[in-house]
């Protein structure tokens, strides 16, 4: 473990590049993906993501601030991106809704925008949104309450590396994960977690176990749904320990490695996040179609034969 100075907001604010500019009208992107449902079926999703205010919790791994405003939007503009892109994507029966932030947090999303959304989403099957474990509470039961689609709250459990959690900069602890996770399932609403493979200050093989480790922990708890991210440079300061030689990519094989592990063993779907997955590929033979495994798994949550090449890879 590398002993490093804990870096604090002021820290990872000094190393941010410029945002990218947003329409506080338009969600910033939004596109329909093949995803396998809790029930063993391949349907369309649609995943909206939302310009919204930055979050308040400045992780140490976070870019989507490049994609948010300073101040908040303007009241019903967040359930006018929803509406709007809801008549992009017609028929679509699952709708993830990403914004950048909390979900729940009256200051990015307003109960009354909430409500409305609640109201678009009414004829959905599956609704998907993220949260903060500790804005979790009655504003979650409030929106799923006459919502008629299953509720499902991603949230970030990262790792469950003692090390490492409290340098992320998330403000919270496993302690706060289980309450949130119990809370949640207790009023009948699904919990997804997000999970890092290979977070800042660990090894390849120590970001292959973690992630692993993790994986146990959150189906330990309830967890239906766990989705792997593979940690990426990009946001200024994961660029800056990267040069310091405390982060690196995962490979590709450590990927593959986490994705066969979690969906072997059948305790609920484990997926590998796919995005920008080529940035990833040491390989131009084998890569693209190791990419597409991994996809496959993913929909499939079988794990198909190692593809072999003569990179060595």
Not at 18 to 41: H, I, K, M, Q
Request: proline share 6%; with cysteine; aromatic share 8%.
């Amino acid at each position: 473990m590398v002993e490093l100075r804990t870096l604090t907001d002021r820290d990872i604010l000094a190393l941010r590049g410029p945002r990218n500019p947003v329409d506080p009208s338009r969600p910033y992107l939004w596109f329909t993906e093949a995803e396998r449902t809790a029930d063993g079926c391949i349907e369309e999703v649609a995943a909206i993501f939302l310009t919204n205010k930055e979050c308040p919790f400045r992780c140490l791994f976070c870019d989507l601030w490049k994609n948010t405003t300073e101040e908040r939007v303007p009241p019903g503009a967040i359930a006018a991106q929803v509406e709007w892109a809801l008549a992009q994507s017609p028929g679509t029966r699952h709708v993830k809704l990403y914004n950048s932030g909390n979900f729940f947090d009256d200051q990015a999303v307003s109960r009354e925008d909430r409500m409305r959304i609640r109201n678009l989403l009414s004829e959905r099957r599956t609704v998907i949104v993220e949260c903060h474990p500790k804005l979790v509470g009655r504003r979650c039961t409030d929106f799923a309450d006459g919502l008629g689609a299953t509720l499902q709250v991603g949230m970030g459990l990262e790792t469950v590396d003692p090390r490492v959690l409290p340098r992320l900069n998330k403000r919270m602890t496993l302690d706060d994960f289980v309450r949130a996770t119990a809370f949640l399932l207790a009023h009948g609403i699904a919990v997804r977690a997000f999970i890092m493979l290979r977070t800042p200050f660990q090894s390849e093989e120590e970001g292959v176990e973690w992630a692993q480790r993790s994986i146990d922990f959150a189906i330990s708890i309830g967890v239906e749904c766990c989705s792997v991210v593979p940690a990426r440079a990009g946001n200024g300061v994961m660029d800056s320990l990267q040069q310091q030689g405390h982060f690196h990519p995962p490979s590709l094989r450590s990927m593959e490695s986490v994705a066969e592990y979690g969906v072997g063993l059948r305790r609920g779907r484990v997926f590998m996040d796919s995005w920008d997955i080529e940035r990833f590929y040491t390989c131009r033979t084998c890569g693209p179609v190791r990419g597409e495994r991994l996809r496959e798994i993913n929909l499939s949550q079988t794990v198909p034969p190692r593809i072999s090449c003569g990179c060595g890879s």
